[in-house]
């Protein structure tokens, strides 16, 4: 489904997502017309035989957004020593919107569900899970691997920009802007983005000292 215009939170250029040639299909309404970019033999056939007229189509893409981004060459695991991280202890409020939203976060858990009319009935359920709510990092006897909102918002940031893309070569997250326009305590992902350079110097320059 091509994109003409970009919403007032995407930064999807930025990301490398804006346009794509991997697809078996496009569809787009343009003047009042279907355009259809097909790829595959025999649906150009169906085409054809319902009477479709063939013309050139080259699909619609954002070609500059609003928000503008810049994830920093040479970041490191150095980058969790970085300040940055502690201003969204008090800000965020861990509800987790921001991950419910993101067309990339597929974390999910496990939950047992116990009927009160039968307290042997029950049913394990899938549910949705997420690395900013409470209890995601939980384990035996008590203990969490990120109990502050700034730790997981660490966690999520670096995910999203830095070990995804060092393990698959692309990053996970692909500009869409949600996250930003969700955010009850109005915290910007693209924002918190653009700080990472900053943060890089920071912790470069406690290294030197």
Known sequence: MPCESAFESCFC?????????????????????????????????FLANDGCKELEVVPSYVKETKTKINVPEGLSTKIFNSKMWDEYDSRCINCGRCNFVCPTCTCFTMQ??????????????????????????????????????????????????????????????????????????????????NKLEAAVKEVDGNETK
């Open 112 to 193: 047992d569900i116990f009927y009160t009319d039968n307290g042997k009935v029950g049913e394990r359920r899938k549910v949705w899970a997420a690395c900013m709510v409470d209890g995601f990092t939980n384990v035996a006897g008590g203990g969490a691997y990120r109990k502050n909102n700034g730790q997981r918002m660490r966690f999520k940031v670096m995910h999203k920009v830095y070990d995804y893309k060092k393990r698959n070569g692309y990053h996970m997250c692909v500009g869409c802007g949600r996250c930003d326009d969700i955010c009850p305590e109005y915290i910007s992902f693209s924002n918190c983005i």
């Open 13 to 45: 250029v930025d990301m490398g997502t804006n346009k794509s040639d991997n697809y078996d299909a496009s569809i787009e309404l343009k003047d009042g017309q279907f355009l259809v970019d097909s790829r595959e033999d025999s649906w150009n056939k």
